[in-house]
């Protein structure tokens, strides 16, 4: 008696979301680059089990990986390849063409001056190609763009939006096809739920469709908070995605617990710090955190609902301590978004998310 009862408690330690979600579903995490480079063996271990696909969450960044015009930082970057590889877990590229977190040589020439609508295509057109060129046949898909859409669906006024107008989104989606013609390629963007910049993304992808371009899925990152989106706004964005006629990616999924002085995901806006602002430093109240599991597991049950269209779901980060909430849009503060806590344990609401993969 003894012995069956050990065996079912440590056959129930086993389920992961992986395995519940089979056949629905992929599971991802965002890696970081100490976890690329094993810092932290428990880390890498919950990596390995609990998630089906990764993706990087700097190393690949065009920043990161090429800060100059003719220099590449190709380490992290192919330590994170062969990790997935190794462990079996489908590998996403993020991201290609993206206006922040690039570095400033992309858009100038030797005067400081900005540089043609020529020479910028072709600086892409190289990056690219190296980049898709050196992992083709390892990464599954490419988010090919990143954030190109304002909320109220107005192109960003991004440098190459500037120098090559709206064509650069083409441009960007026939280098990468033409890099690895069987990767698949992602429009990837926040806050995909404001009606405004989804219509914009749907149209842009229905356009690009009509014209030939391959496009697999949208990615909508869903970095939430604990009153935005509303679950109506993220229903009605995934049925938007889902008549244009391509997938729908989870790709950088955290639900923040604090309070936000800003909904969205852009880098560059910051707060000041308080101790308002910073309201759970011992802890989350009991009431909060059933709050937080409530929505956790509503969303969850939407894009379970539409698992047909839904391909992967992403969690942006591994551990609360890890997460990049901890600093924005301020910074220093304490946040509680991801599946496991501060001490590397999966957190309950995981095992509720099990429950309902199953049905
Ligand atoms: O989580 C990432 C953080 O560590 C970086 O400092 C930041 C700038 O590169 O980017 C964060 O990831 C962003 C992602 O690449 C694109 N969507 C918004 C994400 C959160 O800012």
Redesign the pocket.
Known sequence: MAIVLLTSVHTMAQKTLVTATKGKFLIGV?V?AQQVNGVNPIETELIVKEFSAIVA??CM?PQTIHPEENKYNWNDADKFVAFGEKNKQIVTG??LI?H??IGRWFFIDADGKDVTPEVLKERMRQHITAVVGRYKGRVKGWDVI??VFEDDGTYRDSKFYQILGKDYVKFAFQFAHEADPNAELYY?D?NVEKPAKCDAIVELVKGLRAEGYRIDAVGS?A?MHMNSPTFDETETSLKKIKAAGVKVLIT?WDISILPSPYEG?N?SVNFKYSKEMDPYREGVPDSIQQKWNKRMLDMFGLFLKYNEVVDRVTI??LTDNTT?LNN?PIRGRKDYPMLFDRNNQRKPVVDEMIKMSKI
């Open positions: 965002a970081n969450e700097n960044k993020h991201c993206w922040s977190q990143n954030e990837n926040y990152q970095h950088e995901a880098i942006w980060g990049w924005f």
